[in-house]
């Protein structure tokens, strides 16, 4: 089974960072993607980043430029920096793994709050 523990989520003013980490653990864990997901009070959960095995990213357009995916494939983490918050970037974070036999896995959540 796999586990993901998330962290980093905070209180922040608008124009400020936060960067997001989620660590990864189960036996015979073996990662296709890593990514994270939010979800605004209200709103739908919607993609944030993603990154592939390969290191291929893809983002949210209301995040490109402001946001950076990385991974650490020797400790299964993968991480978001976040720069240049807003307000509208508030919401819990949601850390997202798919497996290489296309099992997907979800974290907890961490709560990100932008202050304006």
């Known amino acids: 089974q796999v586990q993901l523990a998330e962290s980093g989520g905070d209180l922040v003013q608008a124009g400020g960072s936060l960067r997001l980490s989620c660590a990864a653990s189960?036996?015979?864990?073996?990662?296709?993607?890593m990514g994270w997901y939010r979800q605004a009070p209200g709103k739908q959960r919607e993609l944030v980043a993603f990154?592939?095995?390969?290191?291929?990213?893809n983002y949210a357009d209301s995040v490109k430029g402001r946001f950076t995916i990385s991974r650490d494939n020797t400790k299964n983490t993968v991480f978001l920096q976040m720069n240049s918050l807003k307000s509208e970037d508030t919401g819990v974070y949601y850390c997202y793994l798919r497996t290489q036999d296309g099992v997907s896995n979800w974290g907890k959540g961490t709560l990100v709050t932008v202050s304006s």
């Open positions: 990154i592939t095995g390969f290191g291929t990213t």
């Open positions: 189960g036996k015979g864990l073996s990662i296709n993607t």
